[in-house]
């Protein structure tokens, strides 16, 4: 027969008097039933507390008053109740709320004001900062990474210990004035389109990779940005002769195939624009508009053989 040692008795007992401690009833319980039965007992059953000789009822060694006043000489230094482990209270951290406004005390000044002079401590704005607003400016000194200053370049309020504001860093001015890196040259906007750092006047031409020519302009409707404001030289030669902007359909072609040859005597205006596959109806209408469009005394100079 299996016998087991009571651990609240030590009597060696049987094991059909020790319950089981889980359902499956593979483990048993460390006491037997007659210990845990006592136990029981005394709980429900008066005794007297360790410190002031009360008689209660509870598990615990002392009364429920002891207890309170043990836990009181943990007190915040407003005067509320807090964690033996924490260092402010509920109140001091959180903050409470009267008539559906949300005050908190400060840490610093021990002055009660609303949430609104506190910073928020994290991103999702759900605990507030220890000092209000009016203690942390007051404490901000120089050297510190919380001290205000304001930015060299840019003029902009911001804390840390640097003269240059994060947007700022790593930057100097341009001769134009605007903001550039320190080991660039020149800005974006005084920047070529070759980036050898050569500032180029309005009106200079430069040649590309593919042998054509272009001239720098300002305010195209070519042009993508300002410091990219080039155009091909044999555009702007026909958009002169013209007196107009040339449209979506409309190409240059150099007579002699030499790219940089841009006379206007070797340019050509062609047009892609025909669409494919439609009625005689709508040919017509499309051969009346070509008409209109081209039937001037200055294209038809250009086609002269």
């Not at 299996?2 to 048993?28: A, G, P, Q, V």
């Not at 009822?57 to 230094?77: A, D, G, V």
């Not at 109806?281 to 009346?288: C, F, G, N, Q, Y």
């Amino acid at each position: 027969m299996m016998e087991k040692k009571c651990n609240n008795c030590k009597i060696i007992k049987s094991l059909e008097e020790f319950s089981f401690k889980d359902k499956l009833k593979t483990k048993r319980e460390a006491r037997c039933k007659q210990c845990i039965k006592d136990i029981v007992k005394l709980k429900s059953l008066p005794k007297n507390c360790l410190e002031c000789n009360k008689l209660f009822k509870s598990s615990m060694k002392i009364c429920i008053i002891c207890y309170n006043l043990k836990r009181n000489s943990n007190l915040c230094e407003c005067g509320e109740t807090k964690q033996a482990k924490s260092k402010l209270c509920n109140k001091c951290r959180f903050g409470y709320f009267v008539d559906g406004v949300k005050y908190k005390i400060c840490n610093k000044c021990k002055v009660v004001q609303c949430s609104s002079n506190f910073y928020f401590s994290n991103k999702e704005k759900n605990y507030l900062k220890s000092n209000c607003i009016s203690c942390e400016t007051n404490d901000l000194k120089p050297g510190k990474k919380n001290y205000l200053r304001n930015c060299i370049l840019c003029n902009i309020n911001f804390k840390g210990r640097i003269d240059f504001c994060k947007n700022c860093r790593g930057k100097d001015n341009c001769t134009c004035g605007n903001l550039k890196e320190k080991k660039a040259n020149k800005c974006k906007n005084c920047r070529p389109p070759g980036g050898n750092g050569i500032h180029y006047e309005i009106g200079t031409k430069v040649y590309n990779a593919a042998g054509y020519i272009y001239v720098k302009t300002q305010n195209h409707p070519r042009t993508k940005s300002q410091s990219n404001d080039y155009v091909f030289e044999h555009i702007l030669v026909m958009e002169e002769y013209l007196g107009r902007y040339l449209e979506p359909g409309e190409n240059i072609h150099h007579k002699n195939g030499v790219r940089d040859d841009n006379r206007i005597t070797n340019l050509e205006l062609w047009v892609k624009s025909q669409p494919p596959g439609i009625r005689a109806s709508d040919a017509v209408e499309w051969a009346k508009e070509i008409l209109t469009k081209y039937d001037n005394p200055l294209v038809d100079m250009l086609f002269q053989k």
